[in-house]
């Protein structure tokens, strides 16, 4: 199964540039001929293992994520079947491989009536962490189409698999990224026992569990003592669904007396010059979701936006973002500052909750009446709802914010403590 939007771009600049890039066939005959090319579904340990060795590392941290792929069925002559069904998961949450092969045109007829076509190209990525400054490249261990139809439980039961078949081989997985997608966020609290439970987890009687040393004073951390590995979500889509959740036409952010609202963007584009804050509308435009370069911008006009009257809360909701890309996207960001930074950005946000639940509903309701950009029937829409969540970030991303700051905290306790090298603090790069 291809991405016909990466395939398509590939062409585009194949035909445009002559003789510069080689044909996507030549390209695929190379890789097969030097062994470089992975069937569906296929977990190439063997590989990762001599790729890791090439780099010098013992010690990596695995990231997963789904993206949309062209839905259609090839046939691959290298393993004998047919690939854009969405492959079956077996006991260990792993995708079965060649499980789609045939002689037969009925059972390739049953197959397109009764089975799912894929959907989503699944991708897991091994980042290794070595002492040196030099950047590595990402290895790509595995890649299938699947429908979405799997559960946290399943996930828990692959990040297991691959943590035993890559330490069976002298390799440490550290931990796994993924993206704030619901069914990974459940799957890191269930694994880590962050306000969840997984009952006959295989966690606690592991022999190569990383315990710290919490104090006793710290009843603001609540993360278990005891690890496997560590959970991380994806900064940039943290930051990004925050700042979609500030651009949203239907969303009403309250945060003290003041307003979170994309108002306040707007009359500082247009009453106060580009050279100070270097933003454009297409910055607020909300139909790229995931653009991250809009985030950095937003955050580098804090200091403008704050001589716009009422824009105080809009103000405070940007610093949570800096705060997030300064404690885990910037490269440059010290050890210690991260953990600043990281904390910051959760004591705010459990301020502003703690204060959502403290303040009657009716207060909320009174001030969305007084609200000129809304009309009457959104207005009633937000008084009807019975909690007060609507007027705070999602659920979603203030677990990821909470779960990031606390295996942040952890991972370094485990530097300090010696059990880890310092190089895996390398958090950026996950």
Avoid at 150 to 165: A, D, H, M, N, Q
Avoid at 247 to 269: E, F, H, K, P, R
Avoid at 413 to 425: F, G, M, N
Wanted: net charge positive.
């Amino acid at each position: 199964m291809t991405n016909d939007l990466g395939r398509n771009a590939y062409e585009f600049l194949r035909i445009n540039i002559p003789g510069a890039l080689p044909s996507l066939t030549t390209i695929q005959t190379k890789l097969a001929k030097e062994g470089l090319r992975a069937l569906e579904g296929e977990f190439r340990y063997n590989d990762m293992i001599k790729y890791m060795s090439t780099v010098n590392s013992k010690f990596a941290f695995c990231a997963e994520d789904c993206t949309t792929a062209g839905r259609k069925i090839i046939y691959d002559t290298r393993s004998n079947s047919f690939v854009g069904f969405s492959l079956p998961l077996d006991e260990y949450g792993m995708p079965r491989m060649k499980y789609f092969q045939t002689d037969s045109i009925e059972d390739l007829q049953c197959w397109f009536e009764q089975e799912d076509i894929s959907k989503l190209l699944n991708l897991y990525m091994i980042q290794p962490i070595n002492s040196n400054d030099q950047k590595i490249s990402p290895y790509a261990l595995a890649a299938y189409g699947t429908n979405g139809k799997y559960t946290s439980f399943g996930i828990i039961r692959l990040w297991f698999k691959v943590f035993e078949e890559s330490s069976s081989q002298g390799i440490r997985i550290i931990g796994y990224s993924t993206d704030a997608d619901a069914k990974y966020l459940l799957g890191m609290r269930l694994v880590s026992g962050f306000f969840a439970t997984l009952l006959n987890s295989p966690i606690s009687k592991h022999s190569l569990l990383l315990p710290i040393d919490i104090p006793k004073s710290w009843s603001w951390f609540f993360l278990p003592r005891q690890q496997l590995f560590l959970c991380m979500q994806d900064a940039i889509q943290i930051c990004t669904k925050l700042r979609n959740r500030l651009l949203s036409t239907s969303a009403v952010i309250m945060m003290g007396d003041g307003l979170v609202s994309i108002d306040y963007l707007l009359q500082l584009i247009e009453l106060r010059s580009k050279f100070n804050h270097n933003l454009v509308k297409s910055d607020i435009c909300p139909h790229d979701k995931q653009n991250y370069r809009s985030c950095e911008k937003l955050c580098a006009a804090i200091e403008c936006l704050q001589e716009i009257k009422d824009s105080h809360a809009t103000v405070v909701y940007l610093s949570i973002i800096r705060c997030i890309i300064i404690a885990f996207i910037d490269p440059s960001t010290p050890t210690a500052t991260r953990i600043y930074y990281a904390w910051l950005a959760v004591f705010v946000c459990r301020l502003w909750r703690t204060w959502l639940n403290l303040v009657p509903k009716q207060d909320f309701n009174d001030r969305i009446s007084q609200m000129a950009n809304h009309s009457d029937i959104a207005k009633e829409k937000f008084k009807q709802k019975t909690t007060k969540k609507c007027f705070f970030i999602t659920s979603t991303a203030f677990l990821c914010i909470e779960l990031n700051a606390h295996n942040l905290t952890y991972l370094t306790l485990l530097v300090a403590e010696d059990q880890l090298p310092l190089e895996t603090l390398k958090v950026s790069i996950f």
